[in-house]
């Protein structure tokens, strides 16, 4: 049988249909006033009473109660029938107000259709409701959470925001080159050649591997250069400004002293030649080791007179050495070309096949071709040399690349050349003696053999060392041997040695000066301070000497170079690298001039580096990485306040479009939600409270903006408005808040509000909960503000969560800082230098100071009233770390899980690991060890842990009157009383303030009011010693309650209690137990 409701109430749902004027149930009708809300009351005394002696089974004619009184809610467990019904089975009709309803088609077909239902206490009547009591609101559920049907084949849905908030009656539709540049980089690019002797082929090799890395990292050089102005500082400026200060600082540190080790290292190959003279003439000092260390550091003092002198004499002194190199190279392959007969005892015959031939085979000697490579690569590491000296260059733009590819074509070929050519010419051994002529019928296989000598006695034995003193094996001044005049050759190599270590003690302290302006490492600024007319950085070289003379005192070439050539090879690596970033990171400011580049090609560059590395020197490439990473870590750390437009931030922004596109193609998911929550904050530094509260369960986890509504009814200032913006949001970043500020400038808070829910966020980073502070002030101050406030929950229409927190001190501190937060906010909050930060290319301000602190105040003399005190104190209470205590929860209603996943997400923070969570939640005296069992295994299929359960069996017991009478004093000067007055001037005053409380509806919702009294009075029985409380917030219907009314129950539920979250989901699964 089905039952049709009043009149009213049938016009009022769309879903009714009519019925037959014999089954309308007769019953009591409620009172018709002029303000009727077409609802039925909830159900009296008599009718629980009569609900209470139905018993648990079922006559053919069910529901026959429902006509006395109030029913089970249409929806409130609306039912998913997957078994067949018949195709004519008659729709259930119901009538619902704000709490109660009358249906009696929830369960039931009316018709002859095929359905199977079967009934024990969880589906009749009675357990059907909350908490014993006819109220649409569902109590947590196990069903609710299934993603398939029940075992009965139904599955549960729990009712729907709609079916809850909405109204009855509404109807849902669905430079040119300077001198010295080119000649740096080719005076810098030389090498050990003796060390290339090995093998004609593998030579070539080892310059072909040489070349290709430092022509991958020249066009990278080149395309970083021309990517627009090049400052001072060479590789350290082109890391940093491209990756940012982290990259750049850490390299910057260890390339500056590579090229001051890298003097040493220049000046002992110097002194190590000037040594071997001194022997040949029985000329030493003392002995070996410390003749180098003499000679090495009276050259170093030269050295640094003609730095300290300028650049003007630097670029003198390296046109004169690379005069004298160039005449020493053109004078090697002179003499190549010349036979000299009294040359041949040292193994030179000039060009012949036959040696060629002898020496493309490989004959390493104890050595192996990666450690020669090693030894050979520290010749290829100066083609940073010019771009170290960029600040000193015209046009670094134009000079860069082209003095950088041309010195590394240059030295390339001359390292060919050289390894050809003395391949071709020269014999591997030579005893330098004229008795070594052959004799006939001896047997003598040698290419030097043909020429009449037989060297065979040189031949080392077991891969020793050679017996002889001469050949290309064994004579470090072969390459004097074959010139035209061979002290030329050891003029080339003074030229050589003093050219390269003159270019590393100008660029070490050129780079190191351009670290310290940046301020990226403290205490070393003074060493940056320029002098003279060129900036030079005085300091910069004598600190440079130190080192350089420090590692002299070593005095041995070969442990210095391996450390030299990681240094330069990490450099080298992070530049390839950059090109590859800026390149993934598709920045349009992204432009270089120099087109000759790939990103692939740079990303191999870079790691070939990298592999270099290993092969020269695995412990030196460990240390060099353990060095940049620590620096890294410690700028990444000490976050300098610059900004460069690096391509960190390029691919960071260009990567969170790409995964927020990436988003928007993915469907929600239970497991993947996250609480993103629009909190209004107003100012962000005007309650802190909630912002630090919302921000334990966001962090980490989910979005958090904080929204601002600016109310104002004139055109805004957008300027101001921006800087507004700026200002906020540096300071949520200052004080470690992830928050984003989002102001909002409307003619009320209401309107303001509604923009945020709409405009806020980013595709599938936008919010979902709607953060809010509680009202305190709503019975002093306007009442139109209150109706402004309660209507901010129509983000519920948005299918929002909401939250309000309620502290006993209150939120807004906005008066303590004296800063109005309905103002146009003309205080400055925050400290901002809008002028540019030293390197003058900065794109946005660097805030240096906070004026704002963590607790702020009014002034240091003026002393704070106990109210304001106890407000501040309790503003900051969310920061401290909480002692044990406990969260409780006070789970009455099922929205979906969002009141049980807040605390869970607080708890699991460290400022609150050490509170437990306690889960309260309603029931029926008679079934309360039932619903204590059904709750904990919810919770342990939700994976959640508790400390104790507690069900309430009393939520419906009448409150105590002292709770009645405050809350009638509360809500009587918001009455209507409409009896007193004619029935227009009634109407009239309702409509001009639509928050006044009409009788009817005080006396529809009188159940719903005294359980808000009730469960405060409980709530301060069961957690009057919580940290935090989080509860079910009560909902009310669109259209059928008042602001005041609404107002008034809020109030009376969280009055006078700890920190109370009241939290109503938007009753979509949060939480889910599948995997």
């Not at 009157?961 to 005053?989: P, V, W």
Request: hydrophobic content about 40%.
């Amino acid at each position: 049988m089905s039952a049709s409701p009043p009149p009213a109430a049938a016009a009022s749902d769309h879903l009714s249909a009519p019925e037959p004027d014999a089954l309308k149930l007769s019953g009591p009708t409620p009172s018709q006033s002029r303000f009727q809300v077409d609802l039925v009351s909830e159900c009296g005394a008599e009718t629980a009473l009569a609900s209470e002696s139905s018993p648990p089974e079922y006559s053919a004619e069910p529901l026959r109660d429902a006509a006395s009184g109030g029913e089970e809610a249409k929806g409130r467990f609306r039912v998913v029938n997957f078994a067949a019904s018949s195709p004519d089975a008659a729709p259930a009709d119901s009538a619902q107000n704000g709490d109660t309803v009358m249906s009696d088609g929830s369960l039931h077909s009316s018709t002859g259709g095929q359905q199977h239902h079967h009934y024990d206490t969880h589906t009749n009547t009675y357990y059907l409701r909350t908490f014993g009591h006819n109220t649409i609101d569902a109590v947590p559920n196990i069903d609710f959470y299934r993603q398939t049907a029940a075992p009965l084949g139904e599955k549960l849905i729990r009712p729907t925001l709609s079916e809850l908030h909405d109204e009855l009656d509404k109807v849902r539709h669905t430079h040119g080159l300077r001198n010295g540049f080119v000649l740096n980089l080719i005076t810098m690019s030389r090498g050990d050649v003796h060390h290339l002797f090995i093998s004609t082929a593998y030579s070539c090799i080892i310059v072909i591997m040489a070349t290709v890395v430092t022509t991958i990292t020249g066009c990278s050089t080149s395309a970083i250069a021309t990517n627009g102005f090049v400052r001072g500082g060479g590789a350290y400026y082109l890391i940093s400004r491209s990756l940012g200060p982290e990259f750049g600082g850490s390299i910057g540190l260890i390339f500056a002293f590579a090229n001051a080790v890298a003097v040493a290292m220049y000046v002992v190959g110097f002194a190590e030649t000037v040594v071997e003279l001194l022997i040949n003439f029985d000329a030493l000092m003392l002995d070996q080791i410390n003749d180098v260390r003499i000679i090495g550091t009276i050259t170093v003092i030269l050295l640094l007179g003609i730095s300290v002198a300028g650049m003007e004499w630097e670029a003198k002194a390296q046109i004169f050495l690379l005069f004298i190199l160039v005449t020493a190279i053109f004078n090697y392959f002179i003499g190549t070309f010349i036979p000299v007969e009294s040359k041949e005892k040292f193994g030179f015959f000039s060009y012949d096949a036959s040696i060629l031939a002898d020496n493309f085979g490989p004959d390493f000697r104890g050595q192996t071709f990666f450690s020669v490579f090693s030894i050979f690569f520290p010749a290829a590491t100066g083609i940073l040399a010019g771009a170290n000296i960029s600040g000193d260059l015209a046009d670094p733009q134009m000079a860069i690349p082209k003095g950088t590819l041309l010195a590394i074509l240059i030295t390339g070929l001359v390292y060919m050349g050289v390894a050809i050519s003395a391949g071709a010419c020269i014999v591997r051994d030579a005893t330098g003696m004229e008795s070594n002529v052959t004799l006939s019928g001896l047997n003598c296989t040698d290419a030097a053999c043909k020429f009449g000598y037989d060297f065979t006695s040189c031949r080392p034995v077991g891969g020793g060392k050679s017996a002889c003193k001469f050949g290309l094996h064994n004579d470090f001044q072969v390459m004097s041997v074959v010139s035209g005049f061979g002290p030329l050759i050891t003029a080339g190599i003074f030229s050589a040695t003093l050219s390269s270590a003159l270019a590393s003690l100008v660029s070490a302290p050129k780079v190191f000066q351009a670290l310290c302006k940046d301020n990226i490492y403290p205490g070393i600024a003074v060493f940056g301070k320029g002098y003279g007319k060129n900036n030079e950085p005085l300091r910069g070289y004598l600190l440079t000497f130190g080192i350089a003379l420090a590692f002299i005192v070593i005095a041995e070439l070969n442990v210095i170079a391996p450390i030299i050539s990681n240094f330069f090879l990490a450099s080298y690596a992070l530049i390839n690298f950059s090109v590859f970033h800026a390149s993934l990171a598709n920045s349009p400011g992204w432009r270089p001039s120099f087109k000759y580049y790939n990103m692939w090609v740079s990303l191999a560059g870079a790691i070939l580096c990298c592999v270099v590395m290993f092969i020269i020197n695995w412990w030196a490439a460990l240390l060099t990485n353990v060095i940049v990473l620590s620096l890294y870590i410690y700028v990444s750390y000490k976050k300098p306040d610059v900004n460069w437009g690096s391509s960190t931030q390029a691919l960071t922004y260009h990567q969170a479009l790409t995964h927020s596109l990436q988003l928007c193609g993915v469907a929600d998911h239970i497991k993947t939600y996250r609480p993103q929550c629009l909190v209004m904050t107003g100012a962000p530094n005007s309650r802190p409270a909630l912002l630090h509260l919302v921000h334990a369960f966001t962090k980490n986890v989910g979005l958090m903006l904080c929204g601002h509504v600016r109310v104002s009814s004139r055109r805004p200032n957008f300027k101001e408005l921006n800087s507004d913006m700026l200002r906020y949001q540096r300071w949520l970043l200052n004080n470690s808040s992830k928050a984003f500020y989002t102001p909002v400038v409307a003619e009320d808070l209401r309107q303001g509000t509604q923009y945020l829910l709409q405009a806020a966020g980013l595709g599938r980073l936008r919010p979902n909960t709607l953060v809010l502070g509680f009202k305190n002030d709503w019975r002093i101050g306007d009442i139109k503000e209150v109706e402004t406030y309660i209507n901010l929950i129509d983000a519920f229409d948005f299918q929002y969560g909401v939250v309000i927190l309620r502290l006993r001190e209150g939120l807004d501190i906005s008066h303590i800082q004296g800063q109005d937060d309905s103002s146009a906010m003309k205080d400055v909050v925050v400290s901002v230098d809008m002028s540019k930060d030293s390197d003058g290319d900065s794109s946005r301000p660097s805030s240096k100071a906070t004026s704002v602190q963590n607790s702020p105040a009014r002034s240091p003399t003026v002393p704070l009233n106990v109210a304001d005190q106890r407000l501040l104190d309790a503003s900051q209470q969310f920061q401290q770390k909480q002692g044990k205590g406990t969260i409780d929860v006070w789970w009455l209603f099922d929205d979906g899980g969002l009141t049980l996943l807040i605390p869970y997400l607080i708890a699991n923070k460290k400022k609150w690991k050490d509170c437990k969570i306690r889960v309260f939640i309603g029931g029926k005296i008679n079934r309360i060890d039932h619903d204590r069992r059904a709750m904990a295994t919810l919770l342990s299929k939700f994976r959640i842990d508790f400390s104790d359960i507690t069900v309430l069996g009393d939520i419906n017991t009448k409150p105590k009157s002292e709770g009645l009478t405050e809350f009638a004093q509360m809500i009587e000067q918001y009455k209507l009383r409409e009896d007193d007055m004619e029935q227009e001037a009634a109407e009239k005053l309702k409509s001009e303030e639509p928050w006044r409380i009409t009788d009817n509806e005080l006396e529809l919702y009188k159940a719903k009011s005294n359980r808000q009294i009730r469960l405060n009075e409980l709530l301060k029985e069961h957690s009057s010693t919580a940290n935090l409380i989080v509860m079910s917030m009560p909902l009310a219907r669109k259209g059928a309650v008042s602001s005041a009314l609404y107002m008034a129950w809020l109030d009376t539920l969280s009055k006078d209690l700890p920190p109370i979250l009241l939290v109503r989901g938007n009753h979509q699964s949060v939480l889910t137990f599948y995997s």
